[in-house]
């Protein structure tokens, strides 16, 4: 006879589920405008047994904000080494698939997830999303909602932040809220009904495709020499590493990385006079560095 089909994620006991506690910090506050995760951590749980994690700094192909700096201390000098996150999206959906994903204002770090997944090509997990900052704004009443501020009150230990302390921080107090919420025990539905129901990962843009040439030396993983006009109309060569196609007030832009600059930059395709694809070479400081 035929096993009966595994019980929806949403249906099981919280102390039976699979959890992952989620945290990514990144170089600015704005996936869909090319800011990029510099660290993830994903810490999955099965009731109150780790069973595995993900946790690495990446190089983000960009410069780290001021702002992001101040915020988690992470320098250029610590992702310079740190694999990108094309080559650790596999290990990272594999850690979140089939778990109920659950993390502190949720909406931002599926944002970025969701933006970094589709760039490597990845897709999105499909199972719920718990949100402890949603929890604590329908249920609580904090001075402040913040991750820290909310360790704070509950008296729970938070020593940095950064993504496997945060994670963990988020844990504690996840089930901090449900004890309190649920005293007798709790199904996965009955903590989405307290949140206002699931997160929703964010929806894919839809864009226009890239041209045929330039798409298929995107699809190849081929290194570009572009021929690129700037604002002020002047005409600059650069050698660059594809990795997506974004689209702002209806232009499209080739977002890469760029050898010369050394970090990611966004060059708009009305202004890509000429590309032939190839290995990159040796940086020739005296091609031009003027600003896109």
Do not use: K
């Amino acid at each position: 006879m035929p096993s009966d089909p595994p019980a929806r994620t949403d249906r099981l006991p919280l102390d039976d589920a699979p959890l992952a506690f989620v945290d990514v910090e990144t170089t600015g506050l704005n996936a869909w405008s090319g800011d990029r995760i510099c660290e993830v951590a994903v810490v999955r749980f099965q009731g109150t047994r780790e069973v595995g994690r993900v946790v690495t700094l990446v190089n983000p192909l960009r410069a780290i904000s001021p702002g992001a700096f101040a915020v988690n201390g992470i320098t250029p000098a610590m992702v310079a080494g740190a694999p990108t996150f094309a080559r650790i999206a596999s290990a990272v959906r594999e850690a979140l698939e089939g778990a109920v994903l659950v993390a502190h204002n949720a909406a931002f770090d599926l944002g970025f997830l969701g933006r970094e997944l589709a760039l490597a090509g990845e897709p999105v997990p499909s199972s719920p999303v718990c949100d402890t900052l949603a929890l604590a704004r329908r249920n609580f009443r904090f001075r402040s909602n913040s991750l820290g501020a909310i360790a704070a009150a509950l008296g729970i230990w938070s020593p940095e932040h950064r993504a496997l302390a945060d994670a963990l921080v988020t844990r504690e107090v996840f089930y901090r809220f449900v004890r309190d919420l649920y005293p007798g025990g709790a199904l996965v539905s009955d903590v989405l009904w307290s949140q206002g129901g699931s997160v929703p990962w964010p929806a894919a843009q839809a864009l226009p495709a890239l041209p045929p040439r330039l798409a298929e030396a995107v699809q190849r993983g081929q290194s570009l020499r572009l021929w690129y006009v700037t604002a002020d109309g002047r005409q600059t060569v650069r050698w660059v590493d594809p990795i997506s196609l974004t689209g702002w007030e209806g232009t499209l832009s080739l977002v890469a990385y760029c050898h010369l600059r050394q970090e990611q930059r966004t060059f708009r395709l009305d202004r890509i006079v000429r590309w032939e694809s190839g290995t990159t070479p040796t940086l020739d400081t005296s091609v031009s560095t003027e600003g896109i």
